[in-house]
């Protein structure tokens, strides 16, 4: 086992070393204070974006709309637009229905041709 | 990570700003064109939907907006549908259905947003082109739940 005095340090090594770790300390702090402007911008631009939704939001109460305001007239047009769609889904679904039972009859004939 | 989540969340905020009445909003403007919306907030206001073979107050309550736009002229027609179906193109609604009854069509369209959520669109010309209607319904309603109703 060699002594401590053999070993050698080279020449410069401390300032090497130190000048190392400043730079490399120097590299740090610059990311830091990249990814802190970062974050800021990105969270004002988030801030931005809510205030002008809510901003747009209030603006379309303003557009050509016949505001519901009374209970009657809500439930009149929501009767209306449920009357609609399902009378609309239902009229397809009862024609698809038949087409399927069409079908099978088909089916069967064809069949029976066979045998 | 705390950082991140704020700022999604508000994100999130905005974005849901935008989503209420998107139609009457987009096409509502359209001269010749009557708009009508009730919010959520009304629907959870009505009363007891107690109309003769109807099943309406369940559904109401499953329902966050209803829009509906009319069209009066058929300038107004012409617009109003092609804004629609411009409007449905290009934010991938999918086509569920189309019934024509005589000159009279009907076409059904719906978006699943997630689970939870979706929305469904009635477009629905006379045959005259005179008139075409724009319903509108929106939240955690299912076709079951719409075809129920009568």
Known sequence: MKNEQDIRIPEGLNQRLSSLIDELDAQERKRKSIRLRWWSTVSVAACVALAIGIGVH???????????NSVEEAQ???????????????????????ADETTVRVNESFQNCIK | ???????????????????QKEFIDKLGNIDGVTSVYVSKTMLK??????VKELNLKKISQKMDGVEILTAE?????????????SYLQKN??????????????????????NKDYSSFVLLSADGNHTGFTLIALSGS???EDIQSIR
Request: net charge positive; hydrophobic share 45%; glycine share 4%.
């Open chain 1, 58 to 68: 209030t603006h379309s109460q303003d557009k050509k709309l016949i505001e519901v």
């Open chain 2, 92 to 113: 991938k609604y999918e086509q569920l259905m189309e019934v024509k009854d005589g000159k009279d069509n009907t076409i059904i369209y719906m978006k699943q947003k």
């Open chain 2, 73 to 85: 002229n058929q300038n107004a027609a012409k617009k109003l549908k092609s804004g629609a179906l």
């Open chain 2, 45 to 50: 206001l009505l009363p007891q939907l107690d």
């Open chain 2, 141 to 143: 309603l299912t076709l």
């Open chain 2, 1 to 19: 990570m705390k950082r991140f989540q704020i700022l999604l969340f508000a994100f999130i905020l905005s974005a849901s700003a935008f989503a």
């Open chain 1, 76 to 98: 009149i047009q929501t009767e209306r637009a449920l009357m609609a769609f399902s009378q609309a889904l239902n009229k397809g679904l009862k024609q698809i229905e038949k």
